[in-house]
């Protein structure tokens, strides 16, 4: 064979190759409303940075007449480009090649991307549109998800893993994604779970649709999923998005926007927000969206524990993580799911050098033998080891309540806190007023001639001894009582004085996080 023939037979192998599982097929996928493999991977990327590795890869299956069946790139397309100038892996997987399965080839491709993710601390994205393992493969399949998994914990806490949920995800499609930092799924085409509902009917009889089971809305409500996209163009942008809020890698700071000048913009809005009556609700990312540059808030896990609010936003240009009680929902009590919700988020802040903002308003842990039952001191202790665990600069400002353990949980000074404001409308105490003055003055109130204002006046006193900002920032445990309009000078301050913040710790492996 000449060169020039060895050139074009490489041409053609190529061109056949990119062309996956051919033209019926992609037809069926953008029929279905999803994008090809080689598709997402244009959107993901920078123009012309994507260099393919693995396209040559075949599987060495002969079982169920798998022998000499040609699977182009094995179903999965592998390699690495830049997004917004910085260098991010991928493995983004081909249903029209064998349904996306993996197979052992298919696996080490991925294994092999995610290694070099590793060595080069970059980020890697996983794009999911896949079938499962590989049926024809057999224990093949199963070990190369073992090696995928494996993978996914030597990344962890090393570089962040996004996963895209952009097909149907099934058995070791859907742990792979739960082993990585975020999901985002694409509603309509995107379903995940463990089993499907035909295996659901033979074992436990209970009929349920594949949407129903892991559509969208159930696997958000489940507290699997961290963002939802109405189409594969969205869920590419929200990773983009993702990613521009997060470092390369442990070793690295998230990129900086800021100009280097600090904005302190006064906002007397947030002097207003705090209605007089402390049982009014107020809708807390009003306050978020105030402090933080341009209003500009990436929630995480939107439609899950919504009574606490998690996520990312900058303040001068600093990436900062966001954790919120919202007062909107549940009076922002926190309970299992969102105690669940704070901690992961707390977690992924400290192992990526994201500076934590705490902001306050909530009542207490969740009373209920329900609650209970499900293991609220299990999950609630969470958040006291996550914060305790984070050397991460955290501020925290107290708006309204914070009463018992959930004002400890929510970052307080003891837990390790570098700075915390208070408002004025701060209620810092054991409990709130109203139980309060029920323990302390039962007698009282009930000997009284009128009980109910003799219980008006107590609550009125406890609240002016004790549910107040004062006698915390006497004892050291409040840095500063500020006007909530200057929050953001505050906290513009605060962030820059602990930007070189270092705090050593007892060396171990690993401390024991309650699960
Ligand atoms: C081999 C597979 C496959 C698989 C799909 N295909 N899944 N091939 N192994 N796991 C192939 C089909 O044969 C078909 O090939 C092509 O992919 C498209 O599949 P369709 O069924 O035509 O597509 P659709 O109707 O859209 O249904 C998609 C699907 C369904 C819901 C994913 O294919 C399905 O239920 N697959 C099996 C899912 C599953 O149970 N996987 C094993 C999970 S266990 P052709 O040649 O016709 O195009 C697991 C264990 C891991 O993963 C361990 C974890 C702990």
Request: glycine share 10%.
């Amino acid at each position: 064979m000449t060169t020039k023939e060895k050139i074009e037979r490489l041409r053609q192998r190529k061109a056949q190759l990119i062309a996956g599982g051919g033209e019926q097929r992609i037809a069926k996928q953008h029929e279905l409303g999803k994008l090809t493999a080689r598709e997402r991977i244009s959107l993901l990327f920078d123009p012309d940075t994507f260099q393919e590795m693995f396209l040559f890869a075949q599987h060495r299956c002969t079982n169920f007449g798998m022998a000499g069946k040609d699977l182009p790139g094995d179903g999965v397309v592998t390699g690495v480009g830049t997004i917004q100038g910085r260098q991010v892996f991928v493995a983004s997987q081909d249903f029209t090649v064998s349904g996306g399965s993996v197979g052992e080839l298919h696996a080490d491709k991925i294994c092999r991307s995610m290694e070099m993710a590793l060595k080069s601390g970059s980020p890697l994205v996983f794009i999911n549109d896949s079938g499962g393992a590989r049926i024809q493969e057999g224990i093949d399949a199963l070990n190369g998800y073992g090696r995928i998994f494996y993978r996914h914990v030597l990344l962890s806490g090393v570089v962040p893993q996004i996963s895209i949920i952009a097909g149907p995800c099934a058995g070791g499609a859907a742990y792979s994604p739960a082993l990585m930092d975020f999901i985002i799924m694409v509603e309509g085409t995107g379903e995940l779970f463990i089993t499907g509902p035909q295996v659901i009917k033979q074992v436990t009889g209970e009929d349920i649709s594949a949407a129903e089971l892991g559509g969208v809305y159930a696997q958000m409500s489940s507290g699997v999923v961290h963002m939802v996209a109405r189409s594969d163009e969205e869920a590419l942008h929200l990773c983009q998005r993702l990613l521009s809020f997060l470092p390369s890698n442990n070793l690295d700071d998230p990129p900086n926007y800021g100009t280097g000048d600090l904005i302190f913009a006064e906002d007397t809005f947030l002097n207003r927000v705090i209605p007089d009556n402390p049982r009014d609700p107020y809708d807390i990312k009003d306050v978020i969206t105030r402090i933080v540059d341009d209003g500009d808030f990436l929630q995480i896990q939107e439609h899950f524990a919504l009574n606490a609010v998690v996520g990312f936003a900058r303040i001068n240009g600093q990436t900062v993580g966001i954790v919120a009680n919202q007062p909107a929902v549940m009076a922002g009590v926190l309970d299992i799911d969102s105690s669940d919700k704070i901690a992961k988020h707390v977690r992924f802040c400290n192992a990526f050098n994201i500076p934590l903002v705490t902001l306050v308003d909530v009542p207490g842990f969740l009373p209920g033998v329900q609650q209970e039952r499900g293991g609220i001191i299990r999950h609630g202790a969470k958040m006291l080891f996550a914060y305790s665990a984070a050397t991460v600069p955290k501020v925290t400002i107290l708006l309204r309540k914070a009463y018992g353990g959930a004002y400890l949980a929510m970052c307080g000074k003891e837990l390790g806190s570098d700075r915390v404001a208070a408002w004025p409308t701060a209620e810092v105490a054991v409990m709130g007023p109203e139980g309060a003055v029920n323990i302390v003055y039962r007698e009282d109130i009930k000997k009284a001639a009128d009980p109910k204002s003799a219980r008006d006046e107590f609550i009125n006193e406890y609240r002016e001894q004790f549910a107040n900002p004062y006698v915390g920032a006497a004892r050291n445990l409040i840095d500063d009582i500020i006007e909530p309009k200057d929050t953001r000078r505050y906290l513009s301050l605060a962030l820059a004085s602990l930007r070189a913040k270092q705090e050593l710790r007892p060396q171990k492996k690993h401390g024991l996080i309650p699960m």
